[in-house]
């Protein structure tokens, strides 16, 4: 019977699934190193987006804040534009009143009573005078009362004359009334009625 020798055989399927394994192995590496820098390559390019996300968000952040700051400044200078225009609007509507206070300053004068020195501080008036008797001057208090245009009476000094003259010098104070136009003399159509004993013609 014939003897066939296969270890020639062998040794070359040996070979050959070694050298199969070898560039299975080889192959693995590769794709591991591909995938590896795939994956590096990858992150990195997030975080170079976020990055600039991050600085994109930072340069808007950076602009509403100035232009909160802006909106700052124009509601503040809103408030001392309306603070000003309050001012006008209140000096406007007081400056008939001052007319009215000197006139019943003058209307409420009893005789024997001089004025020196008339000052005011909002609704408060300080008067200062020469009074021929504390009587005149208790007449002025009750004149100022019964006035539509000033009220609160306030007696704080009354001293004699140091020059030995007759007469007192004194310091009162008054309150100055805010009159309000009646309505019915600004709504339009409305007519306003006569005096009393006016007759029409």
């Known amino acids: 019977m014939p003897r066939i020798n296969l270890l020639p055989w062998r040794q070359q399927e040996r070979a050959k699934r070694q050298k199969e394994f070898g560039l299975a192995a080889i ?23 976020q990055r600039e996300r991050n600085e994109l968000l930072k340069s808007e952040i950076a602009e509403l804040d100035k232009q909160i700051t802006e909106i700052l400044g124009l509601e503040a200078q809103k408030q001392r534009l309306i603070a000003r225009m309050d001012i006008i609007t209140r000096l406007q509507r007081s400056r ?23 000052k005011q501080s909002d609704k408060r008036i300080e008067l200062k005078g020469i009074a021929q008797s504390s009587t005149r001057v208790s007449t002025f208090m009750r004149n100022i009362e019964a006035s539509p245009w000033l009220a609160n009476p306030e007696l704080q ?9 007759a007469g007192s010098e004194f310091t009162l104070f008054a309150t100055q009334k ?24």
Do not use: C, M
Request: hydrophobic share 45%.
């Open 27 to 49: 192959g693995a590496v590769i794709a591991a190193a591909a995938v590896t820098l795939f994956t590096v390559w990858g992150y990195n390019w997030a975080i170079e987006r």
């Open 96 to 118: 008939p009143e001052v007319v009215h206070v000197f006139d019943q300053l003058a209307r409420t004068l009893p005789d024997g009573v001089y004025l020196s020195s008339v």
């Open 157 to 165: 000094v009354v001293e004699t004359l140091k020059s030995g003259g």
């Open 178 to 201: 805010s009159i309000e136009p009646a309505e019915d003399e600004h709504r339009p159509g409305r007519k306003a009625a006569k005096p009393a004993g006016a007759s029409g013609t």
